[in-house]
């Protein structure tokens, strides 16, 4: 029936058929193919569907409720914005990889069950690769391979875990799953990675400033915030996740402030921002798992402004380097202003995020979970000096290289992609109750409440003094050509030099031992020629009484080991 088709699977139809289309048609048939996902999503029933028996296990491939919907509707907000930026590019490899890699993290939010989800899972997987090879570039190339390698390894153990879950339970339904069993554990550790945990976190700082410039809008919405989704669905409430979240949350901003590639800057504000998310899920109360949703709600469309932005610079000056821009509000005043709006966003009263990080901010505190209370916001007024006063001024503000020629602003197909995520920002943060009337559960919450602006304010002057006055006083690092360390340092460098090594003393032990295999095969063949020759060895004829006592002594060695 078609009421149980699994809605991702309308993108990921519809993405067969981009290589196929003439030029001017593609572009609105990739717009409309969302829309019509939205359509039938809209209409579906609550409930599950898509029954299907495989060998013992009952898969359900379609499970419909407001958690569910919720990641549902803003992935496919994603992917109409993320297709309307990326209309100006005739290139039919990102646009149906692209539409592959959506359709697969919608379909990964309606599945009912594990193993629709782990075909999903390693689906994503495979089609955002195509998003950072397309840069076409040898890093771009060694990056994507590292990435693929992670995210495969990510599947693999999700699968080992459901496969064990299977085992020990007798079912594969997608529910609460909990960490007291090892299974349970395999499949935390599963979604870990995919969500950017600490010291699982590095493929995401590796991969996306290496993508495409569309290709990192797209990769910034649905990897991670599919983690997210997986992870309130099966282990809202484990207490371990609020430490894990608070690290999460704090860490990344040590490197974001030194991070010379916007990009990376913005790969690691978005592990800062998944850290609420996780402490949401670890707190596990219907407060925190709505501030969990309508956060990554919100995260994904002003992330989207900032990546978009720092598209657009790259597209009009080929670099995504601080040390090599400033001064451009003048030539691109219109992207400057959209990307102030989309850092705006990340905390500012007014605009989206502040609606859904004040959920998750007072069901900590709620909970009596002051320390991870205290690390939230801490990270809330580090994220903006570095997204919200940062990355403007090291792109926009200063003064403008003398390489650097007077450029125009960025085709209108980006720019309007940009208007419709800032329309959004902003529309959510003064009317917020259409975001919280999705949420998975009934909302009983205002968040402009004369508390909570005063306390988000005086972050933010707090966290603008703070940036001004260390960077007049030279304490700030200035940002110039460098690589930032992180954990991908451990199997770039001192994982690559260990197997590099390991397999050059494989090689050597193995050219030694082929050696002297040969030189024995060629001692036995000498030896066995020289014993069947006619004169010597077997070849020479033997007396009849010693053939007769060589059998005896074969006879009685035999007797002796059967009954001894």
Not at 46 to 62: K, N, Y
Not at 281 to 298: K, P, Q, R, S, Y
Not at 402 to 413: A, D, Q, T
Request: net charge positive; aromatic share 12%; proline share 4%.
């Amino acid at each position: 029936m078609i009421s149980e088709l699994n809605p991702g699977l309308i993108l990921i139809m519809g993405a067969l058929l981009i290589p196929l289309l003439p030029r001017f048609f593609c572009g609105p048939y990739m717009i409309a193919l969302p829309v019509v996902a939205l359509i039938y999503m809209l209409n579906l029933p609550i409930g599950e569907f898509g029954h299907i028996q495989l060998f013992d296990m009952q898969l359900v491939t379609l499970r419909v409720d407001k958690l569910s919907l919720a990641f549902g509707y803003v992935f496919l907000i994603a992917v109409f914005v993320g297709t309307i930026y990326s209309l100006h590019l005739d290139d039919w490899a990102q646009h149906a990889s692209g539409m592959v890699y959506a359709g697969s993290a919608i379909g990964a939010a309606f599945a009912g069950d594990l193993i629709t989800l782990f075909v999903f899972w390693e689906l994503t997987a495979v089609s955002s690769v195509f998003l950072i090879w397309a840069s076409r570039t040898a890093a771009s190339r060694h990056a994507g391979q590292r990435y693929l390698v992670i995210q495969i390894c990510s599947g693999l153990i999700l699968l080992s875990g459901i496969m064990l879950h299977f085992r020990e339970s007798g079912s594969i339904l997608f529910n609460a799953i909990g960490i007291e069993t090892i299974p349970g554990q395999l499949i935390l550790i599963a979604f870990g990675v995919k969500c950017a945990f600490p010291l699982l976190n590095s493929w995401l700082q590796d991969s996306y400033p290496h993508a495409t410039i569309t290709g990192a809008v797209l990769l910034s919405a649905f990897t991670t915030k599919l983690a997210v989704y997986a992870i309130a669905r099966g282990y809202a409430g484990t207490d371990y996740l609020i430490p894990i979240g608070a690290m999460m949350a704090i860490l990344p901003l040590f490197l974001a402030v030194i991070e010379n590639d916007m990009r990376r800057l913005l790969a690691h504000a978005l592990n800062n921002q998944l850290g609420f998310m996780v402490v949401g899920v670890g707190i596990g109360t219907e407060l925190a798992l709505n501030g969990v949703a309508a956060h990554a709600f919100c995260h994904i469309i002003y992330k989207g402004i900032l990546f978009m932005a720092v598209g657009a610079v790259m597209l009009r000056y080929g670099t995504a380097k601080a040390s090599e821009l400033g001064g451009l509000c003048r030539a691109m005043p219109c992207t400057f202003a959209l990307c102030m709006l989309g850092a705006a966003s990340i905390s500012f009263p007014f605009f989206s995020s502040f609606v859904a990080k004040s959920l998750i901010l007072s069901a900590a505190l709620k909970g009596e979970h002051f320390i991870a209370w205290m690390a939230l916001l801490t990270a809330s007024a580090g994220v903006f000096l570095v997204c919200g006063l940062r990355l403007p001024y090291a792109i926009f503000g200063g003064t403008k290289p003398e390489k650097l020629k007077v450029l125009r602003e960025v085709p209108l197909n980006m720019f309007f992609a940009m208007v419709i995520s800032a329309v959004l920002c902003i529309a959510i943060g003064i009317y917020y109750t259409p975001l919280y009337d999705v949420l998975p559960y009934i909302v009983k919450y205002n968040p402009y409440t004369l508390e909570h602006i005063l306390v988000q304010l005086q972050l933010l002057t707090f966290s603008t003094l703070a940036f001004v006055i260390t960077m007049r006083s030279g304490v700030l690092p200035t940002l110039k050509k460098s690589t930032v360390l992180d954990t991908e340092w451990i199997y770039r460098k001192v994982g690559y030099n260990f197997f590099a090594t390991t397999g050059c003393m494989i090689q050597k032990t193995w050219k030694v031992a082929s050696e002297d295999a040969k030189n024995i095969v060629m001692s036995l063949e000498i030896l066995l020629k020289k014993m069947h020759s006619k004169d010597e060895g077997l070849g020479q004829s033997f007396s009849t009484g010693r053939m007769v006592f060589y059998v005896v002594v074969v006879l009685v060695g035999y007797l002796c080991l059967f009954y001894f």
